[in-house]
């Protein structure tokens, strides 16, 4: 599987992003990276726990990670969750979470399928 | 309004003018009344003021008249009185006695001269004889020892005054007389008292106690006054009542006063009587000359009244009639403005009521998408579409609340500019890259045309300018049907305000739907939006215009704006800009010969002037046909071009045709850069394949020419990053701080690209540490992420800028954060930083920021 077509499973651009970081290897890096960034778990948690800062911090991130990475899709809903989450609306934060997860894990789904077709000194 | 409140209104304003002229009749009648009042009392006033007046001329007079006449008699009684002391009737014989008086006598002037005895009888001694009219008086007085005067009469019948005192003298008769007696002529008392009424205002008569005048006056008949009175008036009861009480009166020696209306007028007459004889003073004054003057006066005063009284009814009427006017004219204007104010709230719920269909109808989308995508949970394709259309209508949904936010800010005076340096380049390149997508999308052509710009940095609000042209051009695109012609076309001109301003004209121009003229009246007006059926199914909340229009005002800019139906719109934006500083570098690149090939003179001609400016000495030429011809002349002769710019599209052979034909005929040697307003990714690969080493992005301003061209100018070998760094960064030292490890880990590859060394701040509070206890000049910049946990970026910069050591105000910091919202990048800069970048990272952009606050 090569990065490209990794993005395009995860529904990103690939274009943007390897004109903005130039080289396929520091993508393929920050790709890995990604998988063990924890602030999808923190949005999660916070959303929980009903603690609506933390949870638009952690959202607001999520949304400079995708748009470093240029995850498109992912960003889009990472935005709209960011917006209600700025509001204060963590009813409609929870009830939206379900769409982040998906994009979410379509992501990291696409991220793994990636990382198993690299030789094993990459990973 | 309604007929019913238009009917009610003209009542309203009979009534007012009912009202207004029953009170000014009112006051015109009051007025007239008072002012009468005022007259007639007054004329009563001086009528008796005139009778006190005549009276007391009157009573003057009388005394004078009467003492005139006492003086008159007495200095003549005295003269009498001397003769009879002068000699004594003793010493002289009775003969020589007789002739000493006569002859004093004449030397008086008396006419005759006689003794008077006990019995009246008299004895001349000199003159003739005479005898005493109504001697009976006169000789009771002479008995009594008075002196006394008296009318006597020669025998021709002339009358004469004869003056008594006492005297005792032998008579003829050998009686003793008791008086001497002198007469002399009659004119004496006429001459003395002047009684003739000849232009005096007053006359008088001197009568005796039965009407008989003692000195007859040359101008009447009648020898009585009473007789005189009756000829003269009509006879009736008051006059005989007032002539009995006269003669009464005169009876009883008493004065009589009083004032009698007679057919001739009015007049004042006073009777007293003389001393020292029988006689008594009539004085008359008649007050026809005072009354005439008096009436006079009056009649004047009347007319004056009635002036003034006309003349202060007129400056009422006046009064009244400015403030009716002054009223209706409020009324009117307050109709109007209760008009405006009923349109305005008409088209204030027109626009919510289009607001609620807007906002409805992706609400709708977006429950009804989410119902079916929960329906069909299990089918990924179904799901991921409606997702699709929720994100889209989410979106669509978020621009109208922005919109409308920003509206209401500005409704309530909450929007203001924040004026600092920009770039037009930036700005431009910025807008063109936004807008290429949705270009494409619709299959526009766009075209970007800059000419004569001198001034690129200036300052400007470039967030609101930013949005201005952002919706200039989204409704050019949005109202302009698939494969339409879109341009944005630049130019500079000398301002008004001064040397250190710019004039820069934008003209946004379309062949779209264009607008009715009379849509584009009320184009600029809150809340409107062309209002038939081809334009319902284009969003918007139609407050773009609204919004564009406060900006540019605001700017204190002018935005004009033609349409035709079916033709398109154009719209011209004019903005004074400050210029700011002359540019931190000096753009000059080697004087190289370069050829620049577009099929647009005007662009050929603009480039050629900028490159002039930066060194370089360029041919132009419209057609790639002439250019390869061009190229190989030049080749000939040994002074091949040493860059080559080249339009993509162009009539006959395009760009990549003639960059391919000049590779095969020069060799890989000189760059061929590529110009185009276009996202070049998508022809890229073809691009380089057919030759061309780069590409330069339209507008092409002079600084976009330097930093294009200065990469190629230089000698750059190989495989080198494109859009590299331009400054050597290395050994420079940034304080980066980012919650995020992964977001930390992609800036510090990205800038250490560019050399630069970079420290991670895991959060604002570690950054302020870090920066605490780092010495000054540690760090260069520092770059702040906003949203991070513990202490966010404002707080973090606010902190830093607070400390007390001399590089916490100069350091720059740079915040990077997700959010473009405008009121996030003002807020940075209230906070104390010095630029703001928006997430991703872009190398240039960043470089670019950095080379500019670095320098220093």
């Given amino acids: ?43 999660v948690e916070s959303i929980e726990a009903d603690n609506a800062e933390e949870a638009f911090r952690a959202a607001h991130t999520i949304k400079g990670v995708c748009q470093n990475l240029s995850f498109t899709k992912l960003y889009q809903s990472s935005e709209l969750i960011t917006e209600m989450l700025r509001a204060g609306d963590t009813a409609g934060a929870y009830a939206f979470l379900d769409n982040v997860t998906e994009d979410y894990e379509q992501t990291v789904k696409a991220i793994r399928a990636l990382q198993a077709s690299l030789p094993e000194e990459a990973q | 309004m309604s007929s019913a409140s238009n009917s009610r209104h003209a009542n309203q304003s009979k009534r007012n003018i009912r009202f207004l002229i029953v009170s000014f009749g009112g006051l015109a009648l009051f007025s007239v009344m008072v002012f009468s009042i005022l007259g007639i009392y007054m004329n009563r006033r001086s009528q008796d003021t005139i009778s006190e ?44 006695l007789r002739a000493e008086l006569a002859y004093r006598a004449e030397v008086r002037n008396f006419s005759h001269l006689a003794f008077y005895d006990q019995a009246g009888a008299m004895e001349f001694i000199y003159g003739g004889t005479l005898e005493v009219i109504d001697s009976k008086p006169f000789l009771e007085s002479m008995k009594a020892g ?59 008569y001197i009568i ?3 009407g008989s005048f003692i000195i007859q006056p040359s101008d009447v008949s009648e020898h009585s006054y009473f007789d005189l009175v009756r000829r003269q008036y009509e006879v009736d009861e008051a006059l005989e009542r007032y002539l009995s009480l006269l003669a009464s009166s005169m009876e009883r020696g008493r004065d009589y006063a009083t004032v009698i209306n007679l057919a001739d007028g009015r007049r004042q007459i006073y009777c007293m009587p003389l001393n020292k004889t029988e006689w008594h003073l009539v004085t008359i004054l008649p007050y026809g000359a005072l009354d005439s003057a008096v009436d006079n006066l009056s009649s004047q005063r009347t007319i004056m009244t009635l002036l003034a009284c006309g003349s202060v009814l007129l400056l009422i009427i006046l009064i009244f009639m400015r403030y009716y006017t002054r009223t209706r004219q409020q009324m009117q204007e307050l109709e109007e403005a209760r008009f405006t104010a009923v349109q ?25 998408m989410t119902a079916i995508a929960t329906a069909h949970m299990d089918d990924r394709e179904q799901v991921k579409n409606c997702l699709k259309k929720i994100a889209l209508s989410s979106k669509h949904l978020l621009g109208l609340i922005n919109d409308v936010l920003d509206m209401s800010k500005i409704e309530s005076g909450k929007m203001t500019l924040t004026v600092d340096k920009m770039s037009l380049r930036e700005m431009l390149d910025g807008l063109v890259s936004i807008v290429q997508p949705q270009m494409r999308s619709k299959r526009h052509s766009f075209n970007v045309q800059i000419d004569r710009i001198t001034a690129e940095d200036v300052y400007c609000d470039s967030v609101r300018l930013n949005q201005v042209l952002l919706n200039l051009l989204s409704n050019a695109i949005k109202y302009t049907p698939d494969g339409g012609e879109i341009s944005l076309y630049l130019y500079e001109e000398v301002s008004a305000k001064g040397d250190n301003f710019v004039r820069i004209h ?42 564009t229009k406060y900006i540019v005002d605001a700017m204190e800019g002018q935005i004009l704006v033609e349409s035709q139906l079916d033709v398109g719109t154009e719209f011209h934006l004019i903005l004074d800009m400050e210029k700011a500083e002359a540019m931190d570098l000096e753009m000059v690149l080697p004087p190289w010969r370069m050829l620049v090939v577009d099929d647009d003179e005007l662009l050929c001609q603009t480039a050629v002037e900028a ?29 091949d071009y040493q860059i080559v710019l080249l339009d993509w599209k162009l009539p006959g052979m395009d760009g990549l045709q003639v960059a391919r034909e000049l590779r095969r005929q020069l060799g890989q040697d000189i760059p061929i850069l590529l110009i185009s307003a276009y996202d070049w990714s998508e022809f890229e690969a073809e691009a380089r394949e057919a030759g061309v080493t780069g590409f330069i992005a339209k507008p092409l301003f002079k600084s976009t020419l330097f930093y294009g061209l200065r990469k190629y100018m230089v000698v750059e070998e190989g495989d080198q990053i494109p859009d590299g760094p331009s400054m050597d960064f290395s050994n420079r030292r940034i304080l980066l701080a980012e919650d995020n490890d992964l977001n930390w880990e992609i800036a510090n590859e990205l800038l250490s690209e560019l050399g630069l060394e970079l420290e991670w701040a895991e959060n604002g509070q570690i950054c302020l540490d870090k920066f605490r206890q780092a010495s000054a000049g540690y760090y260069d910049a520092i770059l702040m992420d906003i949203r991070m946990p513990v202490m966010n970026g404002y707080e973090a910069t606010k902190a830093i800028r607070a400390l007390p050591r001399e590089d916490a105000a100069a350091i720059p910091i740079i915040a990077m954060t997700a959010d473009a919202f405008s009121e996030d990048v003002q807020r940075c800069l209230q906070c104390g930083m010095n630029a703001h970048v928006a997430k ?17």
């Fill in chain 1, 1 to 43: 599987m090569t990065i490209q077509e990794c993005y395009e499973a995860l529904g990103g651009d690939y274009e943007e992003v390897i004109g903005r970081l130039m080289r396929e290897k520091m993508v393929q890096k920050f790709l890995l990276k990604f998988l063990n960034d924890k602030s999808y778990d923190l949005l």
């Fill in chain 2, 53 to 96: 007046v005549g009276e007391l001329y009157m009573e003057g007079v009388r005394e004078q008249i009467s003492l005139h006449f006492e003086t008159a008699i007495n200095l003549q009684l005295e003269q009498l009185k001397e003769l009879v002391e002068m000699y004594d009737a003793e010493d002289l014989s009775p003969e020589s």
């Fill in chain 2, 146 to 204: 008075d002196e006394k005067a008296a009318v006597g009469r020669d025998p021709q019948g002339n009358e004469v005054l004869l003056l008594g005192v006492q005297g005792s003298y032998f008579m003829d008769s050998g009686e003793k007389s008791i008086a001497l007696v002198a007469a002399m002529p009659l004119e004496y008392i006429k001459e003395s008292l002047s009684l003739e009424r000849e232009g005096g205002l007053l006359y008088a």
């Fill in chain 2, 208 to 210: 005796r106690k039965d």
């Fill in chain 2, 344 to 368: 305005a709230t008409k088209a204030k719920s027109e626009f919510l009521s289009n607001m609620s269909h807007d906002i409805r109808t992706p609400m709708n989308a977006i429950v009804g």
């Fill in chain 2, 506 to 547: 934008v003209l946004v121009k379309d062949n779209g739907i264009g607008m009715s003229s009379e849509f584009v009246k009320k184009l600029f007006e809150s809340y409107s939006r062309e209002d038939s059926t081809r334009i319902h199914k284009i969003e918007g909340a139609g407050l773009g215009m609204a919004i």
């Fill in chain 2, 611 to 639: 490159l002039k400016d930066i060194g370089i000495q360029a041919d132009f030429t419209l057609s790639g046909e002439r250019a390869i011809q061009l190229a190989l002349e030049c080749h000939r002769k040994r002074e």
């Fill in chain 2, 840 to 856: 991703p990272i872009h190398l240039e952009e960043l470089s670019r920021l950095l080379e500019r606050f670095l320098k220093k």
